[in-house]
């Protein structure tokens, strides 16, 4: 039962001005949810099974009214997501006395509830009287989140093995209807990650605290541990009208790991800034590797595998990478970059062939679409053993230009001494076409060079089935004593013991007919001491002086 005014023209009066009581009754049944979608598109996105009810009853006269309401809400589910829990909620509202409460509670099974409340004056006759009143009427409301278990949510997550965290938070509204002032902040405790695959490590010990407003977003800390690094930040974004204008942000790294698989370990420092306008800021910083290592055990010696010989020497080609970082949307692919790449602690080489450490920086400009590095990694202190050999790299060069990009220039030389030879490498080129130059003195075809690195001898000196042999045995000693066998790394540290010592099986002596087996001791680079015997029994013993032309 509702008055009405004579004159609808004069709505307002009435309602500031007439006595009259009202009385307005709605209740209705339980009703599938999804059944008023054609008015509220929303509700067609919940499953079939979400139900809600509402009772509303008002009385008193329009301009003094009391009202009464209430809503719940059941088995709230999206079939998008069939793994969350169902929710549950409910909201009351009551007005009188020239003011309006609301409360609501949303619940779900094994978690705490989270709590809306909000208050703010409900006078009909004043704003009948003078609508622009409402605009400056004053608001109170408050959210808040309840301790939410992120473990819950490990099933939505199809990458992670184990997820954990408590996340706490709550946001504030006051001030005006049309100026309303919002404060809010979001804390994460304890956090933690787990991959499925266990190549990325897992984070641990996160903690994060956020606090925002409708101009203002604060990141007041970022912690975290991962794999024996850790990593930390804060920062701000401004914003305008709910879009953002400036950032600060800044983050900084310890010991991160940043990769690993089964021959890289890559570690970095990092201290990183991205400031400026939103729309072009700059990320500027230095990261530097640290702890970082390349290791890779190479058989030269395939056991049960036919030998053949090597072919023309080639470099393996890299992809290069796409000269426009692709699918990068606005504005970030307009942000600008100043960060420089370096080597705080060399980057070490090692294996059972090599041993070596890499030395460098590269500052990285352009924009996050168009990169540009300018720089130069150098290799230093590299040596391979090879069965019969060391490959030593004199110089190396590994250079970034804005042209090339990330296709980085290879510069590399270096040299081996396969007795009586001496051999010169030399790669250059692009990383992804790379070009190989092998030269000897004296000189060879590049695919006997090759066959000389990997047995020692050229493929002459395996026509003769006994030499073959004896080259094959030499060859099986030679990669026993390195320790490149199974069981071989045990016994390494005991063999180590003759580095010094060249050992050679049944080879043929070039000034005589006869073919010796001997072990040479190298007392310097340049003194040698040989001791050999013959099938026959016959022995001999030489002091060598050794001098090489340049």
Known sequence: ??????????????????????????????????????????????????????????????????????????????????????????????????????????????????????????????????????????????????????????????????????????????????????????????????????????????????????????????????????????????????????????????????????????????????????????????????????????????????FTGPKAAALPKIEPPLKETAGLPEPFRNWLLNVQVRTEQPFLIRGNLANGQVNGKVTVGGTFAKPAPAGAFTIKDFAADLPFSTLSVNNGTVLFTPDSGFDPILEIRGSAEPRPYRVTIYAYGRASDPQLVLTSNPPLPENEIMTLLATGTTTSGLEDPQAASSRAMQLLAEELRRGRFRYGKQLRPLLKLLDRVDFSIAEADPYSTDSYSTATLAITDRWFLSAGITSAGDSRGMAIWRFSFR
Do not use: C
């Open 1 to 306: 039962r509702l008055p009405v005014p004579t004159d609808f023209s004069k709505w307002r009066e009435m309602i500031a001005q007439d006595s009259r009581p009202i009385e307005l009754a709605i209740h209705s049944r339980v009703l599938p949810l999804s059944r008023l979608s054609q008015w509220v598109p929303a509700l067609g996105q919940l499953d079939p099974i979400s139900t809600g009810q509402i009772d509303l009853q008002a009385s008193g006269t329009y301009a003094d009214p009391i009202v009464e309401g209430k809503l719940q809400a059941k088995d709230l589910r999206s079939p998008a997501q069939p793994k969350l829990p169902s929710a549950a909620l409910e909201m009351s509202m009551n007005a009188r006395d020239g003011g309006l409460t609301i409360e609501a509670t949303a619940k779900a099974p094994d978690f705490a509830p989270a709590l809306i409340t909000a208050a703010f004056p409900f006078r009909p006759a004043a704003w009948a009287e003078n609508p622009d009143i409402i605009k400056s009427e004053p608001i109170e409301a408050r959210f808040d989140l309840p301790r939410l278990d992120l473990s819950r949510f490990a099933t939505l997550m199809p990458f992670a093995e184990k997820v954990s965290g408590i996340v706490t938070g709550n946001v504030q509204v006051s001030g005006e209807i049309t100026k309303p002032v919002v404060k809010g902040s979001l804390a994460l405790n304890q956090g933690g990650l787990e991959f499925k695959n266990s190549k990325f490590p897992a984070i641990e010990s996160g903690t994060v605290a956020v606090e925002f407003g409708l101009e203002r977003i604060f990141l007041k800390s970022l912690k975290a541990t991962v794999a024996g690094g850790s990593i930390s930040g804060d920062g701000s974004l401004s914003l305008t009208g709910a879009v953002p204008t400036l950032v600060d942000m800044r983050l900084r790294a310890d010991h991160l790991p940043l990769m690993r698989n089964d021959f890289l370990i890559l570690r970095a420092n990092a201290d990183l800034r991205l400031q400026g306008p939103f729309q072009k800021a700059t990320l500027s910083g230095t990261v530097g590797t640290v702890d970082s290592l390349f290791y890779r055990d190479i058989e030269l010696l395939p056991i049960g595998t036919p």
